[in-house]
Nanobody, 123 residues
């Protein structure tokens, strides 16, 4: 599975952005996927995850109620809708996928990664 994230940009606090993750390979529809982010000088951190059916989602406390993860298996794509953006959301955002769902929010549990897309939120 190859992943490519897109949709990042420079926005103001309070604005919205929608990130997309395009996947190659039919196997993607059977994989759980997630979004992670890495801010300047920080470690990569979990943002949100979604099961392969889309029926189960999980969010980091810092984004709960503001971000929504979704997927469209027919299009081999995943999404992250980000609302009410804050300057502390500034980071490079990565989509990731795993063949065997573990429930883990650790980056090391995900085998497949996109290249990342920059999100910058100005105050």
């Amino acid at each position: 599975v190859q992943l490519q994230a897109s949709g990042g940009g420079l926005v103001q606090a309070g604005d919205s952005l929608r990130l997309s993750c395009a996947a190659s390979g039919r196997a993607f529809r059977a994989y759980s996927m997630a979004w992670f982010r890495q801010g300047p000088g920080k470690e990569r951190e979990f943002v949100a995850s979604i099961s392969w059916t889309g029926s189960s989602t999980n969010y980091a406390d810092s984004v709960k109620g503001r971000f929504t993860i979704s997927r469209d298996n027919a299009k081999n794509a995943g999404y992250l809708q980000m609302n009410s953006l804050k300057p502390e959301d500034t980071a490079v955002y990565f989509c990731a996928a795993q063949a065997i769902p573990t429930g883990s929010t650790s980056p090391s549990s995900y085998s497949y990664w996109g290249q990342g897309t920059q999100v910058t939120v100005s105050s």
